[in-house]
Each structure stands twice: as C-alpha cells, then as structure tokens.
C-alpha cells in the first residue's frame, strides 16, 4: 500500500509560478513511478507528467512542455511538479498518482492516488 498526500496548491497569477508537492507513505517508493495528473471543472482528469522509479525517465504533456518539471527525492519519499509561466488554462485539481514499476500516460494504470490539491490560475 502506498499513500500519497499532495500540497502546495493555491493561487497564483498568469504568468506565475508554483510547486505542488506529493509525499508517499508505505514501502518502497523506489519501486513505484510517478505522476502527477489534473481535472478541470467539468472536463475528464489529463496526464500532465511522469517520471520513472529513480527518476532517469520523464514525460510530459505536450501542453505543459517546457514549463512544467516533475522531479523526485526518493530519500524523502517525495515527488514535486515545478509549474513555471502558468496559464489560466492550468486551473484545476493536480492529483499525484504510482503505478508500481514502468511509467505510464494512461490513468487507469495507476495503482494509487492522493486526494487532490487545488491550483487556480487567475488571468
């Protein structure tokens, strides 16, 4: 079992800046790859980037390339998305998820999820 608990969501203006964090509790993180998610109102939940088990490997979508990292400290069982020249089009509920082993882009493969953390961008 692995629990995941994001932080680090809010309010931010376009153009902005902001890191939301997700730390993992329960045995062997390392074994699991990462990804962070999002759901706007009224729309399906996107991948939005991933990154594999000691963080060698990272995908992104094409919608944030170039203005979001995803990066991972193992030693702290953490994982961060680092979310840099933020458009009002990146509001939405940011969900971190593992999927044990290889990363993937597809919700459904993933093992488990936190609750949420709210980012609104305002224009």
């Known amino acids: 079992q692995v629990q995941l608990v994001e932080s680090g969501g809010g309010l931010v203006q376009a153009g902005g800046s902001l890191r939301v964090s997700c730390a993992a509790s329960?045995?062997?993180?390392?074994?699991?790859?990462m990804a962070w998610f999002r759901q706007a109102p009224g729309k399906e939940r996107e991948f939005v980037a991933a990154?594999?088990?000691?963080?060698?490997?990272?995908s992104y979508a094409d919608s944030v390339k170039g203005r979001f990292t995803i990066s991972r400290d193992n030693a702290k069982n953490t994982v961060y998305l680092q979310m840099n020249s933020l458009k009002p089009e990146d509001t939405g509920v940011y969900y971190c998820?593992?999927?044990?082993?290889?990363?993937?882009?597809?919700?459904?493969?993933?093992?488990?999820w936190g609750q949420g953390t709210q980012v609104t961008v305002s224009s």
């Open positions: 329960g045995r062997d993180f390392s074994n699991y790859a």
């Open positions: 990154i594999s088990r000691i963080g060698g490997r990272t």
């Open positions: 998820a593992a999927k044990y082993k290889f990363l993937g882009v597809n919700s459904n493969n993933y093992d488990y």
